[in-house]
């Protein structure tokens, strides 16, 4: 069966911490990742999309890496502020755009 | 760039009454998707639409579920008749090309509680 997991499941952290959140998947045989930020009552709002050829994405003070042989992947954030508060979700596509997604991690920076 | 947009936002309705959702999927878009995610949960694809056909509704419930996509642009999702545990918030998601690769647009979502 393909399943993802996200690890923590939540985390509070003060300002200024650099973030390491934690996807694994059970199948190496994937099209792409990506990695969602969702906000309390809102849709999902794509941050990186990783492709199977890949290694890694940055965008800003976001870093997603892809490891397929071991079927994981880590978003790092750097120099968390406030704003980044939310749920991130992670997602893989393991056949043609059919996304599996995780239960995310609910994510709290405190000022 | 327009995003992809649903309504309603939110609705209320008493179990056994039915619902429907509307999405607008992206301009050009081929791909058209719809996602329930149940609270503390990631969201699971209902259904897949590759222009006007069904791609994969496996996971749709189709004895109270159905949707679709007249004319490839536009979807409807109805539940009839609605239970306590359809409460979820409904999301429509769209792609390009709707091939392997390809990067979802998601909409805000529909939160639908059943009474």
């Known amino acids: 069966k393909q399943e993802v997991t996200q690890i923590p499941a939540a985390l509070s952290v003060p300002e200024g911490e650099n973030l390491v959140l934690n996807c694994s998947f059970t199948?190496?045989?994937?099209?792409?990742l990506q990695w969602f930020r969702q906000d309390p009552g809102k849709g999902l709002t794509s941050l990186l999309l990783?492709?199977?050829?890949?290694r890694e994405q940055t965008s800003g003070r976001l870093n997603a890496s892809l490891d397929k042989s071991s079927g994981r992947s880590t978003l790092y954030i750097a120099a968390s502020q406030p704003g980044d508060s939310a749920t991130y979700l992670c997602?893989?596509?393991?056949?043609?755009?059919?996304?599996?997604f995780g239960t995310g991690t609910r994510l709290q920076v405190f000022p | 760039e327009a995003g992809v947009a649903q309504s309603p936002r939110y609705k209320i309705i008493e179990k056994r009454q039915s619902v429907a959702f509307w999405c607008n999927p992206i301009?050009?878009?081929?791909?058209l998707y719809w996602y329930q995610q149940i609270l503390g949960q990631g969201p699971k694809l209902l259904i897949q639409?590759?222009?006007?056909?069904?791609?994969?509704d496996s996971q749709l419930p189709k004895d109270r579920f159905s949707a679709e996509r007249l004319k490839g642009v536009d979807s409807t999702l109805k539940i009839q008749p609605a239970k306590l545990e359809d409460s979820a918030v409904y999301l429509c998601?769209?792609?390009?090309?709707?091939?392997?690769?390809?990067?979802?647009?998601f909409g805000p979502g529909t939160r639908l509680t059943v009474l």
């Open positions: 301009s050009g878009h081929a791909t």
């Open positions: 639409f590759q222009n006007n056909g069904v791609v994969d």
């Open positions: 997602a893989v596509s393991f056949s043609a755009d059919k996304l599996i």
């Open positions: 199948d190496s045989a994937i099209y792409n």
């Open positions: 998601a769209s792609s390009p090309r709707g091939l392997g690769g390809s990067e979802q647009f």
């Open positions: 990783i492709q199977s050829s890949q």
